[in-house]
């Protein structure tokens, strides 16, 4: 194959600055299920200046179960609640972004802008927990995508799902990175007089630059970090995630990040190196090199160092924490940091002992009424 003439660089496919103002990536390659792959052209006319920005839609998805089972021997939780497909925070680095492929649709700009509301979510819920085989253990919910992502202001289905929750006595955990959790307060404070809850916010970075490049609707670190505080201070028991680590961009926020956080009350932590699977590679990718050109061969290459060689490793037990030298280095400082601040010192656990039927059985009518 004949090599590039010199000073040849390959055609811009990505989205006009313009029509993504607010997201995340850069384009909105086709999923991976599709028989062509569609790439923006401008002909000479000028026609994609036409073009109209990228507005939010949604979609209404009827779904029959909301409980979601997982088995995976490397996470906490068994099962786990998604009341939205699809996130309007535009994270450029979010795993869920795949997802999207299966409903035809790009995991780029349209899982951002293409999102779905489960509205029938608390009744299924209901439903479910009211089976007479169920057997509680908490609910894991904003695993995927984010429970407060900007459209649960108009539609709630996180605050009915909270209200189910808390008649059945149900134990659950969140992680989010919106301050709109704090609309759910009176709620959620019930919720752990009775040790029926935790929070978990996801936090970054501390540089609001970097955050708005990063994940463009996301709440600032400010507002996440008061949030945290306001959550602690109502007693509910509250971690911060360090999520995700990527080498050369945030890691070396990860010991302040923990200490603003130790400051807001926060009693846990945790943290998940950057995961690129899937479609996600070539998004990142495409983010770094027009965001980072000068490092992005480096923060690559660091990638490849943490995993095996390959830009992702799925294999259970390292996809969070990664291999070699610098996931170790990274490992050790996040350890060191919490140690010194008290972190994770004692672990916050639901109970199930409040747990019962939401939804009363029909009463049998009486032969002699």
């Known amino acids: 194959m004949p090599s590039a003439p010199a000073g040849y660089s390959p055609p811009d496919i990505g989205i006009a600055r313009d029509r993504r103002r607010g997201r995340g990536t850069l384009s909105n390659v086709s999923g991976r299920y ?17 073009l109209p920005a990228f507005a939010t839609t949604v979609l209404v998805d009827s779904t029959r179960k909301i409980i979601t089972r997982n088995e995976s021997p490397d996470i906490s939780f068994d099962r786990s609640i998604n009341p939205y497909r699809g996130c309007e925070h535009g994270c450029v680095y979010c795993f869920a972004r795949p997802t999207h492929a299966y409903l035809g649709l790009s995991p780029g700009i349209d899982f951002e802008s293409r999102l779905f509301v489960k509205p029938d979510a608390p009744a299924l819920l209901e439903k479910e927990l009211s089976a007479p085989n169920y057997e509680p253990r908490t609910i894991a919910i904003g695993a995927n995508t984010d429970p407060y992502q900007p459209i649960e202001r108009k539609y ?7 209200e189910v929750l808390e008649r059945a006595g149900h134990p659950v955990g969140i992680v989010t990175k919106s301050a709109l959790i704090l609309r759910d307060l009176d709620i959620l404070t019930r919720l752990a007089e009775r040790n ?9 970075t501390l540089d609001a630059k970097l955050a708005r490049t990063m994940e463009p609707r996301a709440a600032t670190p400010g507002r996440r970090l008061e949030a945290l505080r306001q959550l602690s201070a109502a007693g509910i028991p509250t971690s911060v995630m360090v999520a995700p680590v990527i080498p050369a961009i ?15 009350g926060v009693k846990g932590a945790g943290y998940v190196l950057l995961r690129l699977p899937l479609e996600v590679r070539d998004l990142f990718v495409e983010w770094l090199r027009a965001n980072y050109p000068d490092r992005a061969d480096h923060v690559m290459k660091l990638i ?9 490793d799925a294999t259970f037990g390292v996809r969070m924490k990664g291999t070699g030298p ?6 050790r400082r996040f350890e060191k ?10 672990r916050a656990v639901q109970t199930t002992e409040h747990f019962h039927s939401p939804r009363p059985r029909a009463e049998q009518l009486s032969l002699f009424g």
């Open 34 to 50: 599709e028989p062509i792959a569609r790439i923006a052209f401008d002909d000479g006319w000028q026609s994609l200046e036409e």
């Open 156 to 162: 709630q289905v996180m605050r009915g799902i909270l």
């Open 196 to 204: 029926l809850v935790k929070v978990a916010l996801s936090v970054t």
């Open 250 to 264: 945030n890691d070396a926020d990860i010991e302040r990040i923990l200490d603003a956080a130790a400051m807001a």
């Open 304 to 312: 490849r160092d943490m995993r095996g060689g390959k830009d992702y």
């Open 326 to 331: 610098y996931a170790w280095i990274i490992g």
């Open 337 to 346: 940091a919490c140690a010194k601040l008290g972190l994770n010192r004692e």
